[in-house]
Nanobody
Framework: QVQLVESGGGLVQAGGSLRLSCAAS????????AGWFRQAPGKEREFVAA????????YYADSVKGRFTISRDNTKNTVYLQMNSLKPEDTAVYYC??????????????????WGQGTQVTVSS
């Protein structure tokens, strides 16, 4: 089993920055793709960003492109999401997820088999 634990959420003013971390433990796959998703109150969960197993490829939702950066340190089994120029509409619970068998040109589509518990990000106006 794989456990994912997010951290780094909090309250920040619009225009500010936060860095989320996602630490993986347990039987971590050797080459998993990782993704960040978010869910705002009353809305469906949406994709935010994904990174390939070696960090060589990334993919972003249009709503965060140019503001968020996903990265990973495989020596620490940790994936990061640097969030800059935050907006009130970025307020949500952020989840990290892992896909142990990414495949093909749309490798970021999942399925993501493992999920963290989420961390709250609140952006005040």
């Amino acid at each position: 089993q794989v456990q994912l634990v997010e951290s780094g959420g909090g309250l920040v003013q619009a225009g500010g920055s936060l860095r989320l971390s996602c630490a993986a433990s347990g039987r971590t796959p050797s080459s998993y793709a990782a993704g960040w998703f978010r869910q705002a109150p009353g809305k469906e969960r949406e994709f935010v960003a994904a990174i390939s197993w070696n960090g060589g490829s990334t993919y972003y939702a249009d709503s965060v492109k140019g503001r968020f950066t996903i990265s990973r340190d495989n020596t620490k089994n940790t994936v990061y999401l640097q969030m800059n120029s935050l907006k009130p509409e970025d307020t949500a619970v952020y989840y990290c997820a892992a896909d142990p068998m990414p495949y093909g040109s749309r490798w970021y589509d999942g399925p993501y088999d493992y999920w963290g518990q989420g961390t709250q990000v609140t952006v005040s106006s």
